[in-house]
């Protein structure tokens, strides 16, 4: 059993920045293939990135790549997600996910969730 609890929204402007943090209850953390969802207002939940057990690899959705980095510290049970350059189309609920062993980027693969933290980018 895992519980995971997001923290680090916010409002912030646009071409600022936000580092949202997961943090996670249970044992062994290193277990689980991490990731971050996010569900703009009043549309689907779409996948953001996911990271390996280990952190040794990791992947995002074109529309954030080179802006946002997904990294974990497994001695802490947390993962993070750094995100640069903020557009007003990266206002949404961020979510962090967890799943035993092996990554993915579809949600209904995941098994434990947070329950979310909202950013807002003004433009």
């Known amino acids: 059993q895992v519980q995971l609890v997001e923290s680090g929204g916010g409002l912030v402007q646009a071409g600022g920045s936000l580092r949202l943090s997961c943090a996670a209850s249970g044992r062994n953390f290193v277990m689980y293939a991490m990731a971050w969802f996010r569900q703009p207002p009043g549309k689907e939940r779409e996948f953001v990135a996911h990271?390996?057990?280990?952190?040794?690899?990791?992947y995002y959705t074109d529309s954030v790549k080179g802006r946002f980095t997904i990294s974990r510290d497994n001695a802490k049970n947390t993962v993070y997600l750094q995100m640069n350059s903020l557009k007003p189309e990266d206002t949404a609920t961020y979510y962090c996910?967890?799943?035993?062993?092996?990554?993915?980027?579809?949600?209904?693969?995941?098994?434990?969730w947070g329950q979310g933290t909202l950013v807002t980018v003004s433009s």
């Open positions: 996910a967890a799943r035993l062993w092996v990554v993915s980027s579809f949600d209904q693969d995941y098994t434990y």
């Open positions: 990271i390996s057990r280990t952190g040794g690899s990791n």
